[in-house]
């Protein structure tokens, strides 16, 4: 804990240093103009009493043994700790409240910093995490200055890029949807900005805006042990087993129990987050099951394993601003802690321990959905950003049921012939491999509303929908471009943000039905579709009914993810680099 204060403290003082040096006038460099992961809990493995669940998660947890590989770069695997946001946001209802408890016979210890800065150590069975509002002797100003706004990470990340490219210092957030901000310790006052919101309004962009808030309390965390309420922003929590059943509210049913330790740490909208520091195999234990779903066949389950791996690290960038790496549902994986694992999990993740997929020598972006619809899409289908080579258009079926370098879905008439077929593909008895929709004019204009308000898009004063149609559609049949006719105008919405605008849509793969009534008026939409999710890469549900079929977990990688190697890890391999680096074969 000294060594982490004394980083800590050293790395502030970095900061400090660096931004002494950032000259005030610099707030552009030149004039180029240069951003989860979805699942369906499709099925709770081994239902039933939580009692009897977390007696099981303990007993595999101290008694697991499995096949591990004694190599180099495995161990170095072992060894990977990551850091997950478990509970995100903890503060913003005033009822939260998080208890923590040790298991039986074991104690927790809490580390934190007394009021002179000296490090203080309680031990206790259990602990509860509270919020207050702290009332101010004078209100603060809190202000950050946002440039983008986006409903994925992905894009958020290739928006902070092109901010990059010209000059400016940001960061990407999640206050709630994906945002990049102008980085707060560089642009750290009020005037500097100011200016630079103004410089680029000046450049015709309008899109940047100012949060302002002046707030009398804030949001202050406490905990109470042996009576004694401590008020601290942050602590460690370990336990002597390496073992913390974590439960939130006063009646939660399902408490989760988490392996390695915990930190309780402020983030960056106010709130709390508590960050679990886990193993990287301890945290697949906590992921696969949870992805892969009830039921997977064995080499489905190795698939699952690898990518989730490799997308653990390769992602390990998302939550920096906050001081963690991952979170812990369907924006990065679904990780619950040991709650409950698999025998059938833990023997592919001892098997495959240290193996990840990688594309010229680099981790590849792991990306996965529950249900591709039959046909994955690439990378810039879904999102901005260079493409991924091996995230490519495949149709996702065993056999041939479909010639996509004869028959392009770009056309309407070929994609509604493609949509409307439903056997043969490796998900075809799956119930959202094929959907139908409907919603009425007055639902699709509130929906619009609603996402154009939340994303601080203009024209959100319209009063009627007059029609809506598909203007853009890429060759793997995926919507790049919707428009709405509105009473005030036209709104265009592209890509994946079609689903964050409407409530109907469950992936880009599908196509518009108006409806009419009696008096041939239009009343509404059908959207017409296949999918769950963003489509991109492996499809959960397909790679088991091609590990049915005999595919091997390697065989059902290359498929999904064609020109791709599977590698242990080890130093030589490239965790993540700007993608614009990759080349097409």
């Known amino acids: 804990m000294k060594a982490q204060i004394k980083d800590k403290r050293q790395h502030r003082l970095r900061e400090g240093v660096r931004m002494i040096k950032i000259p005030c006038f610099n707030l552009i460099r030149g004039d180029r103009s240069t951003h989860i992961k979805d699942w369906e809990n499709s099925s709770k493995p081994y239902p039933g009493r939580l009692d009897q669940s977390f007696s099981q998660a303990l007993l595999m947890a101290l008694g697991l043994l499995g096949v591990i590989l004694l190599s180099p770069s495995a161990a170095k695997a072992r060894n990977l700790d990551l850091q997950v946001g478990v509970v995100q946001r903890f503060g913003e209802e005033p009822t939260d409240q998080i208890t923590l408890e040790a298991t039986p016979g074991d104690l927790l210890t809490v580390r934190f910093l007394s009021g002179q800065m000296q490090e203080q150590t309680l031990q206790t069975d259990s602990l509860k995490l509270e919020t207050t509002q702290k009332r101010l002797l004078s209100p603060i100003v809190e202000e950050r200055l946002v440039l983008s706004n986006h409903g994925t990470f992905e894009t958020a990340e290739d928006s902070a890029n092109q901010w990059r490219n010209r000059g400016i210092e940001v960061e ?28 680029l309004q000046a450049q015709g962009n309008n899109s940047a805006y100012l949060e302002t808030q002046i707030l009398p309390k804030v949001l202050q965390a406490s905990f109470v042990v042996n009576h004694y309420r401590y008020n601290r922003q942050e602590l460690e929590i370990s336990a002597g087993k390496n073992l913390i ?23 960056s909208y106010g709130t709390y987050t508590l960050v679990n520091r886990v193993p990287l195999e301890s945290y697949l234990r906590g992921v696969v099951p949870h992805e892969i779903g009830g039921g997977a066949p064995y080499a489905a389950v190795e698939a699952q ?21 991952l979170c812990a549902d369907t924006h990065c994986q679904v990780y619950k802690g040991l709650t409950n694992t698999w025998l059938s999990a833990d023997r592919a993740i001892a098997s495959t321990k240290g193996l990840v997929l990688t594309y010229n ?26 493409e991924r080579p091996y ?98 105008s036209v709104i265009e919405i592209k890509k994946n943000e079609v689903r ?71 130093d030589s391999i490239v965790f993540w680099k700007a993608p614009t680096d990759l080349q097409m074969p």
């Open 245 to 267: 059943r974590v439960s939130k509210g006063e009646k939660d049913r399902r408490p989760r129990l988490y392996p390695g330790s915990l930190r309780f740490q402020p983030n």
């Open 391 to 488: 995230l490519r258009a495949v149709v996702d079926a065993p056999s041939l049921v479909w010639d996509l370098s004869k028959k392009s879905l770009a056309p309407e008439r070929n994609f509604r012939e493609f949509i409307n077929l439903e056997e043969g593909f490796n998900e075809s008895q799956r119930s959202i491999f094929r959907w139908r929709k409907q919603s009425s004019l007055e639902q699709i204009a509130q929906d619009l509303k609603r996402y154009l308000k939340r994303t601080k898009k203009p024209n959100a004063d319209f009063t009627e929908i007059k029609g809506m149609r598909v203007v853009e559609r890429s060759p793997a049949g995926r919507v790049l471009k919707l428009v709405v006719e509105t009473d005030k």
């Open 305 to 325: 394993t690898i990518i989730a791996r490799t997308y653990a690290l390769r992602n390990r960038r998302r939550f920096s601003a906050d001081g963690y790496e």
């Open 172 to 199: 990407i957030t999640q206050p709630e949807r994906w945002q990049v901000w102008a980085k707060r310790d560089v642009y750290r006052t009020p005037l500097l900005r100011r200016l630079l919101l103004q410089s």
């Open 500 to 570: 964050s605008a409407f409530g109907p849509p469950r992936s880009t793969l599908f196509y518009l039905e108006p409806i009419y009534g009696a008096d041939q008026t239009l009343k509404g939409y059908a959207f017409v579709g296949g999918g769950f999710g963003h489509g991109v890469g492996l499809s959960q549900y397909g790679s088991h009914n091609l590990a049915k079929l005999g595919w091997t977990g390697k065989q059902i990688l290359s498929f999904y993810y064609p020109g791709t190697q599977i590698r242990t890890l080890n």
């Open 361 to 386: 020598n680099e981790l590849v972006d792991a990306l996965y959905s529950s249900t591709t619809g039959g046909i994955t899409a690439p990378f810039s289908d879904i999102w901005n950003g260079s």
